[in-house]
């Protein structure tokens, strides 16, 4: 018996309305003002020529960051668009409110007190809490409006990270700006090697507990944690974001240096393990919803064990790269993502994730369809 003809199609843009344009085109017309506006600031703080240093030596290095980021979504890649929306939020708006709230709350309390607490205030205090917020408002926003594409801790680690490179990127402008202003060649250069080789992680490695807390809570079942962990991320956020610029408010080199190595050193290295346990449970997702596709013969053996581990993807698509070429190998990567997919989709009906208006089987007829056909492509290669 065949398999029913798709009525949908995989990954195929939507049809959008003109309205749903419009607001799209607005709402990037306002994020790019927003943004242009922020350097505009920071134009006026540090002048033309630093400022230009500031933008080149804050840019150039995020590729890399960026790779290593997309790096380790392995299984399920999240669409391009929004993990670009993630990255330009936190470049274009998060830094615009933060810059405004942070120079606002400065300002008063320096008002109040004086500036040295103004600033002690607005370093510790203000910046951790609004920065986080405002990095962690599009993850509330992908998790609440975009179900099918945040699936556990490590989708909540990449779009954290996108967002907190897109605002390190913009606040960084304004660091080396300021000390090409200040300071020249020498300064730009130590706050560089400081900021941009010592502490990129800084962070995404704080948005990222507020990404791992929205994770656990959709990959639970239990009332409990869903409304607990998100709240409870964002909160470590904060006061991690808060020690970090404390010990330099503070203590001076001495303290910066020594939280460096016994906070953030072993922070960091924390999340790297995290990300090793959530990548092999989203390996376990993937073989035990595709574990059915392997008993009824749709895959074989060989396919199943590849989709189903890091290195037999990477294995495969190396492979098919060997034997055909590009083609040869887009066909291996698309076939690994729409069989994660798959699972992933099964799995998220397993925990009612969906609403009951979404037709479910429908979707997973589309997968199937899509999947023969690669199949078929790459048995033949």
Known sequence: MSTPAPTI?????????????????????????????????????TGPVALLLGLLTATIPVPLYVALVLWIDRYEAEPLWMLATAFFWGALIATFFAFLLNTGSQGIVGILADQQAGEAFAAVISAPIVEE????????????????????????????????????????ILYYGKAAAVGGGGALTLTVIIRGFFAPFSHPLF????????????QSTNM????????????M??????????????????????????VMVPAFL????????????????????????????FLTQEEYKQVGSILGRMGSSFNAFSQSGIKGWR???????????????????????????QDVLEQETAYINALQGLINELRRG
Request: no cysteine.
């Open 9 to 45: 199609i995989i990954r195929t843009p939507p049809r959008i309305s003109a309205i749903r344009l419009v607001l799209a085109m607005v709402a990037g017309l306002i994020a790019l003002f927003l943004g242009l506006l922020v350097l505009l600031l920071i134009g006026i703080e």
């Open 133 to 172: 917020t405002g990095k962690a408002l599009i993850l509330f926003i992908f998790f609440f409006w975009r179900k099918d594409e945040f699936d556990g801790v490590v989708d909540g680690i990449v779009y954290a990270s996108m967002a907190a490179l897109g605002f390190a990127m913009t606040e960084n």
């Open 207 to 218: 948005t990222s507990l507020t990404g791992i807390g929205l994770g656990l809570a959709r």
């Open 224 to 235: 409990a944690v869903k409304i607990f962990t998100p709240v409870v991320g964002l909160l």
């Open 237 to 262: 956020a904060i006061f991690m974001h808060s020690i970090w610029n404390g010990s330099a408010v503070f203590g001076g080199g001495g303290l910066f240096v020594l939280t460096y190595i016994v």
């Open 270 to 297: 924390i999340i790297l393990v995290v990300i090793s346990f959530a990548l092999r449970r989203e390996g376990q997702v993937v073989r035990e919803f595709l574990v059915a596709d392997l008993e009824r013969g």
């Open 331 to 357: 066909a291996r990567k698309r076939f690994n993502q729409l069989a994660s997919e798959l699972a992933f989709h099964r799995s998220r009906v397993a925990r009612g994730v969906y609403s009951a208006n």
